[in-house]
Protein backbone atom coordinates (compact mmCIF):
# COMPACT_ATOMS: atom_id res chain seq x y z
CA UNK A 1 0.00 0.00 0.00
CA UNK A 2 2.61 2.33 0.99
CA UNK A 3 4.72 1.67 -2.63
CA UNK A 4 1.16 2.57 -4.27
CA UNK A 5 1.24 5.94 -3.03
CA UNK A 6 4.75 6.38 -3.60
CA UNK A 7 3.84 5.44 -7.17
CA UNK A 8 1.24 8.14 -7.53
CA UNK A 9 2.98 11.15 -6.12
CA UNK A 10 5.89 10.41 -8.36
CA UNK A 11 3.35 10.02 -11.23
CA UNK A 12 1.93 13.06 -10.47
CA UNK A 13 4.72 14.96 -10.41
CA UNK A 14 6.25 13.42 -13.84
CA UNK A 15 3.52 13.86 -15.82
CA UNK A 16 3.16 17.55 -14.44
CA UNK A 17 6.64 18.21 -15.31
CA UNK A 18 5.91 16.60 -18.94
CA UNK A 19 3.37 19.19 -19.28
CA UNK A 20 5.11 22.36 -17.93
CA UNK A 21 8.34 21.68 -20.61
CA UNK A 22 5.95 22.02 -23.24
CA UNK A 23 4.29 24.87 -21.88
CA UNK A 24 7.63 26.31 -21.98
CA UNK A 25 8.66 25.11 -24.99
CA UNK A 26 5.66 26.68 -26.29
CA UNK A 27 6.76 29.80 -24.96
CA UNK A 28 10.12 29.36 -25.84
CA UNK A 29 11.55 30.18 -22.61
CA UNK A 30 14.41 28.79 -20.99
CA UNK A 31 14.29 27.08 -17.32
CA UNK A 32 17.32 25.74 -15.29
CA UNK A 33 17.58 24.06 -12.57
CA UNK A 34 20.38 24.50 -10.25
CA UNK A 35 21.02 22.06 -7.59
CA UNK A 36 23.37 21.71 -4.95
CA UNK A 37 24.53 21.32 -1.43
CA UNK A 38 23.82 24.03 1.05
CA UNK A 39 26.33 26.41 0.54
CA UNK A 40 28.43 25.65 -2.48
CA UNK A 41 27.15 29.19 -3.80
CA UNK A 42 23.92 29.00 -5.78
CA UNK A 43 22.78 32.01 -4.97
CA UNK A 44 26.00 33.93 -5.58
CA UNK A 45 26.27 32.21 -8.98
CA UNK A 46 22.91 33.76 -9.35
CA UNK A 47 23.36 37.03 -8.25
CA UNK A 48 26.50 37.18 -10.70
CA UNK A 49 24.25 35.37 -13.32
CA UNK A 50 21.43 38.34 -13.50
CA UNK A 51 24.56 41.10 -13.35
CA UNK A 52 25.53 38.98 -16.14
CA UNK A 53 22.95 38.64 -18.15
CA UNK A 54 20.15 40.89 -16.88
CA UNK A 55 20.61 43.45 -20.14
CA UNK A 56 20.76 40.40 -22.34
CA UNK A 57 17.68 38.61 -21.68
CA UNK A 58 14.36 39.01 -19.47
CA UNK A 59 14.84 36.72 -16.57
CA UNK A 60 12.63 35.17 -13.97
CA UNK A 61 14.12 33.09 -10.69
CA UNK A 62 12.20 30.59 -8.87
CA UNK A 63 13.39 30.76 -5.16
CA UNK A 64 12.94 26.77 -3.08
CA UNK A 65 13.97 27.08 0.39
CA UNK A 66 13.01 25.31 3.41
CA UNK A 67 12.58 28.71 5.25
CA UNK A 68 13.30 32.12 5.36
CA UNK A 69 13.13 34.76 2.25
CA UNK A 70 17.57 35.53 2.54
CA UNK A 71 17.96 33.97 -0.74
CA UNK A 72 14.86 35.56 -2.61
CA UNK A 73 16.79 39.32 -0.89
CA UNK A 74 19.62 38.59 -2.39
CA UNK A 75 18.34 38.69 -5.78
CA UNK A 76 15.93 41.36 -5.19
CA UNK A 77 18.51 44.24 -6.11
CA UNK A 78 18.28 42.66 -9.74
CA UNK A 79 16.49 42.92 -13.18
CA UNK A 80 14.73 39.86 -12.52
CA UNK A 81 11.50 38.98 -11.83
CA UNK A 82 11.77 36.65 -7.99
CA UNK A 83 9.39 33.91 -6.99
CA UNK A 84 9.97 32.43 -3.30
CA UNK A 85 8.89 28.92 -2.77
CA UNK A 86 9.27 27.76 0.82
CA UNK A 87 8.68 24.18 1.26
CA UNK A 88 7.81 24.49 5.46
CA UNK A 89 10.39 21.60 5.78
CA UNK A 90 10.46 19.80 2.47
CA UNK A 91 13.72 18.83 1.07
CA UNK A 92 13.01 19.23 -2.33
CA UNK A 93 10.75 21.67 -5.10
CA UNK A 94 8.17 19.65 -6.62
CA UNK A 95 6.16 20.26 -9.92
CA UNK A 96 3.00 21.42 -8.96
CA UNK A 97 4.58 24.47 -7.40
CA UNK A 98 6.64 25.06 -10.15
CA UNK A 99 3.69 25.38 -12.20
CA UNK A 100 1.85 27.58 -9.54
CA UNK A 101 4.72 29.71 -9.78
CA UNK A 102 4.57 29.84 -14.03
CA UNK A 103 1.05 30.78 -13.39
CA UNK A 104 2.26 33.93 -12.14
CA UNK A 105 4.52 34.51 -15.18
CA UNK A 106 4.11 36.15 -17.93
CA UNK A 107 5.42 33.62 -19.71
CA UNK A 108 5.55 35.30 -23.13
CA UNK A 109 7.73 37.67 -22.57
CA UNK A 110 10.50 35.45 -20.37
CA UNK A 111 13.84 34.48 -22.05
CA UNK A 112 14.98 32.40 -19.08
CA UNK A 113 13.73 30.96 -16.38
CA UNK A 114 16.63 30.30 -13.25
CA UNK A 115 15.20 27.99 -10.48
CA UNK A 116 17.35 27.47 -7.16
CA UNK A 117 16.16 24.37 -5.56
CA UNK A 118 16.04 23.22 -1.84
CA UNK A 119 19.98 23.35 -1.05
CA UNK A 120 20.37 19.51 -0.78
CA UNK A 121 22.64 17.19 -2.57
CA UNK A 122 19.82 14.36 -2.38
CA UNK A 123 16.09 14.64 -3.25
CA UNK A 124 15.99 17.27 -5.81
CA UNK A 125 17.64 14.87 -7.90
CA UNK A 126 15.16 12.41 -7.74
CA UNK A 127 11.97 15.13 -9.13
CA UNK A 128 11.40 16.46 -12.46
CA UNK A 129 10.65 20.12 -12.50
CA UNK A 130 9.67 20.60 -15.92
CA UNK A 131 13.62 22.06 -16.63
CA UNK A 132 15.55 21.65 -19.79
CA UNK A 133 18.37 21.00 -17.81
CA UNK A 134 19.81 20.13 -14.48
CA UNK A 135 22.58 22.09 -13.18
CA UNK A 136 24.64 20.64 -10.29
CA UNK A 137 26.82 23.02 -8.00
CA UNK A 138 29.70 21.84 -6.26
CA UNK A 139 32.15 23.48 -4.55
CA UNK A 140 36.13 22.75 -4.12
CA UNK A 141 35.25 22.97 -0.20
CA UNK A 142 32.98 20.00 -0.51
CA UNK A 143 35.68 17.39 -1.18
CA UNK A 144 36.13 15.49 -4.57
CA UNK A 145 34.18 13.11 -3.20
CA UNK A 146 30.93 14.16 -3.91
CA UNK A 147 29.94 12.81 -7.38
CA UNK A 148 30.70 9.14 -6.43
CA UNK A 149 28.73 9.61 -2.84
CA UNK A 150 25.56 11.32 -4.60
CA UNK A 151 25.50 9.93 -8.18
CA UNK A 152 21.88 10.33 -9.23
CA UNK A 153 22.35 13.98 -9.72
CA UNK A 154 25.98 13.92 -11.18
CA UNK A 155 24.06 11.18 -13.62
CA UNK A 156 21.67 13.05 -14.42
CA UNK A 157 23.66 16.70 -15.02
CA UNK A 158 23.48 18.33 -18.28
CA UNK A 159 26.14 20.78 -16.60
CA UNK A 160 28.64 20.35 -13.64
CA UNK A 161 29.73 23.68 -12.03
CA UNK A 162 32.87 23.54 -9.82
CA UNK A 163 32.68 26.77 -7.48
CA UNK A 164 35.18 28.13 -5.46
CA UNK A 165 38.14 27.27 -7.08
CA UNK A 166 39.73 30.08 -5.41
CA UNK A 167 39.65 28.18 -2.28
CA UNK A 168 41.45 25.23 -4.06
CA UNK A 169 44.71 26.28 -2.85
CA UNK A 170 43.00 26.12 0.72
CA UNK A 171 41.48 22.78 0.87
CA UNK A 172 41.85 19.17 0.40
CA UNK A 173 40.45 18.68 -3.01
CA UNK A 174 42.22 16.17 -5.81
CA UNK A 175 40.83 17.66 -8.89
CA UNK A 176 41.83 14.39 -11.16
CA UNK A 177 39.80 12.08 -8.48
CA UNK A 178 36.77 14.63 -9.18
CA UNK A 179 36.78 14.11 -12.61
CA UNK A 180 37.25 10.66 -12.60
CA UNK A 181 34.68 9.91 -10.50
CA UNK A 182 32.24 12.59 -12.52
CA UNK A 183 33.24 10.82 -15.97
CA UNK A 184 32.84 7.06 -14.19
CA UNK A 185 28.97 8.01 -13.83
CA UNK A 186 28.27 10.98 -15.99
CA UNK A 187 30.93 10.52 -19.31
CA UNK A 188 30.29 13.54 -21.60
CA UNK A 189 29.01 15.90 -19.15
CA UNK A 190 30.94 19.23 -18.84
CA UNK A 191 32.34 20.67 -16.29
CA UNK A 192 32.41 24.70 -15.89
CA UNK A 193 35.38 25.89 -13.10
CA UNK A 194 34.18 29.17 -11.65
CA UNK A 195 34.78 31.42 -8.78
CA UNK A 196 32.00 33.70 -7.69
CA UNK A 197 34.44 35.33 -5.49
CA UNK A 198 37.34 36.35 -8.27
CA UNK A 199 34.31 35.65 -11.53
CA UNK A 200 36.84 33.37 -13.01
CA UNK A 201 35.14 30.58 -15.30
CA UNK A 202 31.77 32.58 -15.37
CA UNK A 203 32.19 33.65 -19.10
CA UNK A 204 31.96 29.64 -19.95
CA UNK A 205 28.98 29.69 -17.93
CA UNK A 206 27.27 32.75 -19.63
CA UNK A 207 28.03 31.02 -22.78
CA UNK A 208 26.51 27.99 -22.20
CA UNK A 209 23.17 29.85 -21.06
CA UNK A 210 23.50 31.99 -23.86
CA UNK A 211 23.55 28.95 -26.07
CA UNK A 212 20.98 27.13 -24.81
CA UNK A 213 18.43 30.23 -25.06
CA UNK A 214 19.14 30.27 -28.21
CA UNK A 215 18.44 26.52 -29.07
CA UNK A 216 15.15 27.13 -27.46
CA UNK A 217 14.18 30.51 -28.71
CA UNK A 218 15.26 28.61 -32.55
CA UNK A 219 12.66 25.41 -32.01
CA UNK B 1 -4.49 8.37 2.48
CA UNK B 2 -1.45 9.80 2.06
CA UNK B 3 -1.25 11.69 5.32
CA UNK B 4 -2.46 8.58 7.31
CA UNK B 5 0.82 6.71 5.15
CA UNK B 6 2.96 9.19 6.49
CA UNK B 7 1.58 9.18 10.33
CA UNK B 8 1.93 5.32 10.42
CA UNK B 9 5.60 5.76 8.80
CA UNK B 10 6.15 8.82 11.33
CA UNK B 11 4.97 6.74 14.29
CA UNK B 12 6.70 3.31 13.50
CA UNK B 13 10.36 5.23 13.37
CA UNK B 14 9.56 7.33 16.24
CA UNK B 15 8.22 4.27 18.59
CA UNK B 16 11.56 2.17 17.64
CA UNK B 17 13.88 5.44 18.10
CA UNK B 18 12.46 5.28 21.83
CA UNK B 19 13.15 1.51 22.35
CA UNK B 20 16.71 1.89 21.36
CA UNK B 21 17.51 5.01 23.50
CA UNK B 22 15.81 2.71 26.38
CA UNK B 23 18.20 -0.24 24.93
CA UNK B 24 21.44 1.55 25.41
CA UNK B 25 21.14 3.31 28.68
CA UNK B 26 20.20 -0.47 29.50
CA UNK B 27 23.65 -0.85 28.75
CA UNK B 28 25.23 2.29 29.20
CA UNK B 29 26.52 3.33 25.96
CA UNK B 30 25.86 6.55 24.65
CA UNK B 31 25.19 7.43 20.96
CA UNK B 32 25.83 10.43 19.03
CA UNK B 33 23.93 11.68 15.59
CA UNK B 34 26.12 13.82 13.11
CA UNK B 35 24.61 15.43 10.75
CA UNK B 36 25.21 18.05 8.01
CA UNK B 37 25.63 19.27 4.55
CA UNK B 38 27.30 16.90 2.14
CA UNK B 39 31.23 18.01 2.86
CA UNK B 40 31.38 19.76 5.78
CA UNK B 41 33.57 17.13 7.43
CA UNK B 42 31.66 14.86 9.46
CA UNK B 43 33.73 11.90 8.09
CA UNK B 44 36.93 13.81 8.82
CA UNK B 45 35.58 15.03 12.18
CA UNK B 46 34.96 11.12 12.77
CA UNK B 47 38.81 10.10 11.75
CA UNK B 48 40.51 12.63 14.16
CA UNK B 49 37.87 11.58 17.06
CA UNK B 50 38.75 7.59 16.49
CA UNK B 51 42.54 8.42 16.61
CA UNK B 52 41.91 10.75 19.67
CA UNK B 53 39.27 8.61 21.73
CA UNK B 54 40.15 5.09 20.51
CA UNK B 55 42.51 4.43 23.29
CA UNK B 56 40.02 5.61 25.89
CA UNK B 57 36.66 4.36 24.83
CA UNK B 58 35.45 0.59 23.20
CA UNK B 59 34.15 2.59 20.03
CA UNK B 60 31.59 2.01 17.17
CA UNK B 61 30.74 4.14 14.24
CA UNK B 62 27.12 3.37 11.86
CA UNK B 63 27.79 4.93 8.76
CA UNK B 64 24.59 6.00 7.00
CA UNK B 65 25.13 7.01 3.09
CA UNK B 66 23.41 7.09 -0.51
CA UNK B 67 25.53 4.49 -2.47
CA UNK B 68 29.18 3.61 -1.83
CA UNK B 69 31.31 2.56 0.86
CA UNK B 70 33.95 5.83 1.12
CA UNK B 71 33.87 7.22 4.29
CA UNK B 72 33.63 3.88 6.16
CA UNK B 73 37.01 2.12 4.19
CA UNK B 74 38.23 6.20 5.84
CA UNK B 75 37.79 4.85 9.17
CA UNK B 76 38.86 1.62 8.68
CA UNK B 77 42.15 1.68 9.92
CA UNK B 78 41.09 3.04 13.50
CA UNK B 79 40.47 0.74 16.22
CA UNK B 80 36.56 0.91 15.77
CA UNK B 81 33.70 -1.56 14.65
CA UNK B 82 32.24 0.18 11.05
CA UNK B 83 28.70 -0.66 9.97
CA UNK B 84 27.35 0.94 6.93
CA UNK B 85 24.18 1.14 6.04
CA UNK B 86 23.84 2.35 2.06
CA UNK B 87 20.36 4.02 2.10
CA UNK B 88 19.98 3.28 -1.77
CA UNK B 89 18.80 6.97 -2.61
CA UNK B 90 17.23 7.43 0.67
CA UNK B 91 17.99 11.14 2.16
CA UNK B 92 18.18 9.92 5.67
CA UNK B 93 18.75 7.69 8.30
CA UNK B 94 15.60 5.77 9.80
CA UNK B 95 15.24 3.89 13.48
CA UNK B 96 14.68 0.33 11.98
CA UNK B 97 18.08 0.18 10.17
CA UNK B 98 19.43 1.52 12.94
CA UNK B 99 18.41 -0.96 15.32
CA UNK B 100 19.22 -3.68 13.10
CA UNK B 101 23.01 -2.33 13.49
CA UNK B 102 22.94 -2.83 16.53
CA UNK B 103 21.83 -6.22 16.69
CA UNK B 104 25.12 -7.08 15.06
CA UNK B 105 27.11 -5.49 17.76
CA UNK B 106 28.16 -6.37 21.33
CA UNK B 107 26.46 -3.23 23.22
CA UNK B 108 28.01 -4.52 26.81
CA UNK B 109 31.65 -4.55 25.43
CA UNK B 110 30.80 -1.15 23.78
CA UNK B 111 31.17 2.98 25.22
CA UNK B 112 30.05 5.18 22.56
CA UNK B 113 28.68 4.96 18.71
CA UNK B 114 28.27 7.60 16.67
CA UNK B 115 25.96 7.67 14.09
CA UNK B 116 27.34 9.77 10.41
CA UNK B 117 23.73 10.51 9.20
CA UNK B 118 23.69 11.54 5.40
CA UNK B 119 24.77 14.22 3.85
CA UNK B 120 22.02 16.85 4.30
CA UNK B 121 20.77 19.05 6.29
CA UNK B 122 17.01 18.70 5.75
CA UNK B 123 15.69 15.06 6.00
CA UNK B 124 17.90 13.76 8.54
CA UNK B 125 16.55 16.42 11.47
CA UNK B 126 13.07 15.06 10.94
CA UNK B 127 13.85 10.94 11.69
CA UNK B 128 14.84 10.36 15.70
CA UNK B 129 17.19 7.51 15.52
CA UNK B 130 17.39 6.93 19.49
CA UNK B 131 20.33 8.64 19.97
CA UNK B 132 21.61 11.05 23.03
CA UNK B 133 21.64 13.72 21.00
CA UNK B 134 22.11 15.16 17.74
CA UNK B 135 25.09 17.27 16.48
CA UNK B 136 25.29 19.76 13.83
CA UNK B 137 28.20 19.95 11.96
CA UNK B 138 28.69 23.35 9.56
CA UNK B 139 31.69 24.21 7.83
CA UNK B 140 32.73 28.52 7.91
CA UNK B 141 32.69 27.35 3.43
CA UNK B 142 28.75 27.06 3.76
CA UNK B 143 28.08 30.55 4.81
CA UNK B 144 26.61 31.67 8.07
CA UNK B 145 23.16 31.78 7.08
CA UNK B 146 23.32 28.06 7.29
CA UNK B 147 20.75 28.05 10.96
CA UNK B 148 18.69 30.38 9.75
CA UNK B 149 17.68 28.38 6.20
CA UNK B 150 17.52 24.97 8.21
CA UNK B 151 16.12 25.82 11.33
CA UNK B 152 14.34 22.21 12.20
CA UNK B 153 18.26 20.84 12.83
CA UNK B 154 19.84 23.97 14.61
CA UNK B 155 16.61 23.79 16.95
CA UNK B 156 17.10 20.20 17.73
CA UNK B 157 20.99 19.81 18.11
CA UNK B 158 22.44 19.64 21.77
CA UNK B 159 25.86 20.83 20.17
CA UNK B 160 27.17 22.76 16.74
CA UNK B 161 30.74 22.23 15.79
CA UNK B 162 31.95 25.07 13.43
CA UNK B 163 34.06 23.35 11.33
CA UNK B 164 36.95 24.76 8.69
CA UNK B 165 38.05 27.92 11.04
CA UNK B 166 41.41 27.34 8.96
CA UNK B 167 39.28 28.53 6.33
CA UNK B 168 37.55 31.82 7.83
CA UNK B 169 40.49 33.96 6.25
CA UNK B 170 39.59 32.86 2.94
CA UNK B 171 35.64 33.04 2.89
CA UNK B 172 32.79 35.17 3.37
CA UNK B 173 31.61 34.28 7.15
CA UNK B 174 30.34 36.69 9.78
CA UNK B 175 30.60 34.74 13.01
CA UNK B 176 28.66 37.28 14.42
CA UNK B 177 25.98 37.05 12.31
CA UNK B 178 26.19 33.05 12.56
CA UNK B 179 26.12 33.07 16.37
CA UNK B 180 22.95 35.50 16.11
CA UNK B 181 20.98 33.14 13.79
CA UNK B 182 22.23 30.13 15.96
CA UNK B 183 20.86 32.05 19.21
CA UNK B 184 17.40 33.13 17.83
CA UNK B 185 16.69 29.49 16.85
CA UNK B 186 18.46 27.35 20.00
CA UNK B 187 19.30 30.31 22.65
CA UNK B 188 21.81 27.72 24.48
CA UNK B 189 23.29 25.80 22.42
CA UNK B 190 27.14 25.31 23.10
CA UNK B 191 28.75 26.03 20.35
CA UNK B 192 33.01 24.26 19.60
CA UNK B 193 34.84 25.95 16.63
CA UNK B 194 37.33 23.58 14.69
CA UNK B 195 39.64 22.56 12.35
CA UNK B 196 40.13 18.76 11.63
CA UNK B 197 43.00 20.66 9.86
CA UNK B 198 44.91 21.88 12.44
CA UNK B 199 43.29 20.24 15.34
CA UNK B 200 42.04 23.50 16.26
CA UNK B 201 39.17 22.81 18.94
CA UNK B 202 39.31 19.28 18.87
CA UNK B 203 40.22 18.91 22.80
CA UNK B 204 36.62 20.65 23.53
CA UNK B 205 34.72 18.38 21.16
CA UNK B 206 36.58 15.38 23.22
CA UNK B 207 35.56 16.79 26.20
CA UNK B 208 31.98 17.10 24.98
CA UNK B 209 32.04 13.29 24.60
CA UNK B 210 33.58 12.35 27.80
CA UNK B 211 31.36 14.17 29.75
CA UNK B 212 28.39 12.63 27.53
CA UNK B 213 29.89 9.17 27.93
CA UNK B 214 30.18 9.76 32.16
CA UNK B 215 27.03 11.02 32.52
CA UNK B 216 25.31 7.61 30.65
CA UNK B 217 27.71 5.57 32.50
CA UNK B 218 26.82 7.12 35.91
CA UNK B 219 23.47 6.31 35.49
Not at 24 to 49: A, C, F, H, W, Y
Not at 70 to 80: I, K, S, V
Request: glycine share 6%; aromatic share 6%; hydrophobic share 40%.
Amino acid sequence: MEIQVLKRVLGANEDKAQQIRARLIDQRVLMVNLISSPGSGKTTLLEQSLRGLQDTYTIAVIEGDVATDQDAQRLQPFNAQILLINTEGGCHLSSPSIETALNTLDLGALDLIFIENVGNLVCPAGFDLGEHAKVAVVSTAEGDDKPAKYPLLFRQAQLVILNKMDLLAHVNFDKERFYHNLQTLNADVPVIETSCTTGEGLKGWFDWVTTRVTDVQSL
